[in-house]
């Protein structure tokens, strides 16, 4: 038997990542995943503490099939990452609103979207190596190549700070494009339908009133 | 013993909604949760399935203080809402990406946002006329002034519809707002610091090639 290679070009499909409706919206592909993971800012974290749900949006960094997540060892989530024996059993997802999609019936109204969902257990990460590689992976996730450009973490903000990895084995993406589905008998209903599409940019960054004299704006926010 | 008015201006913190970290950050003003809800587009619902979180993003109306979800009435966890009793409990949460915050330090590195978490227990709606209202907040929600643009929903969408109201009692705003927090041994370092803000706003509507002749597009859109 040969099983799945763990760079297959898709993730196998599993009982939590098949939707029961719309599986036509579902998709499994890496790079699509990737994609859609490594634009967005923050992720929704889910796990359950004293049997109820918490959802909170926090940072997140990606090392190839490894998703991180970090905090102080003060927070919730870490703390109890860290103490859970074998781990923390968490839901990550994170999703990008596209457009607005107006029908001409009320059902029909929705919107264009892309998201993914991570099912898996998230383990503190103890390995100094690897803590490390994961704080830059966080900070280059908000800016590319900015990690190269700030004062790494010394000691003492290392310690205070834990890290904890969720690796992509469980995970789907879903995706809705298009424009709006109304029902046949609607079409000639007077009624405006189409897609709103959200509008996604950076306005000009503004600069640190005290920035050391001679700093310029670098060429990695200026591309933006 | 008066207890907490239905409508005192605030929401009474419990044990759930107070942050174990950044406590300054947190509001539990209701005209404040209210405005971060109204922004919204998608929640992110996290629930309980077999032990293991799950968190899903869906769309959402509010009506005062109630929260409205609906979905398929073959989705997972409306059919989980509509079975379990005396309800399911959920953790509903909104967040608002709206700055990058590149400060000297790798560590103080953030981002700015606002967002809302409602903790609570998620009841189906069996009254036709508050589902009837429900769905209108939710039309309503993507497009103020919508759902009396469009055609209402007749008898069998609304069967195949299912709502489930989650009640604004347990609920935070968490903010963070400002430029990068240096410390200040790192205020001379040579690399830049400050906000990039994200920008926030819509493209021109797309409309449906096959709109009823005549139809043009209407106020509500033009002001977006």
Redesign the interface.
Known sequence: MQGTPPHSPAYPPTE?TVP??SPDRAAYDREQVHAILDEG??C?????RD???????T?YGRVGERLYVH??T???PLRAAGLAHPGL?????V?H?DG?V??????H???N?R?V?V?GVAYDVTDAEEKRRA??A??DH??PG??A??????RK?LAA?AVIRLDLNEVSAKLRTG??N?EPE???????????????????????P???P?????GY?AA?
Chains 1, 2 share one sequence.
Do not use: M, Q
Not at 44 to 48: D, K
Not at 89 to 93: A, D, E, H, K
């Open positions: 939590r029961t409706r800012y923050v929704h974290l889910g796990f359950v049997g109820a749900p918490v959802v909170l949006p940072l905090g102080s003060g927070s919730r059993p968490v839901c990550l997802t999703t609103v607005l107006l029908a001409r019936s009320a059902f109204h929705s919107i979207y998201s969902v099912h704080l830059d966080l900070v908000v800016v900015r990690a450009d700030s004062r790494p973490a010394n903000e700070t424009g709006a109304d609607d079409l000639d209903l007077p009624h405006w339908a189409g897609v709103v599409p959200l509008r996604k940019g950076y306005d000009a960054p503004l600069a640190d005290g920035l050391a001679g700093t310029a704006l670098p926010l933006l």
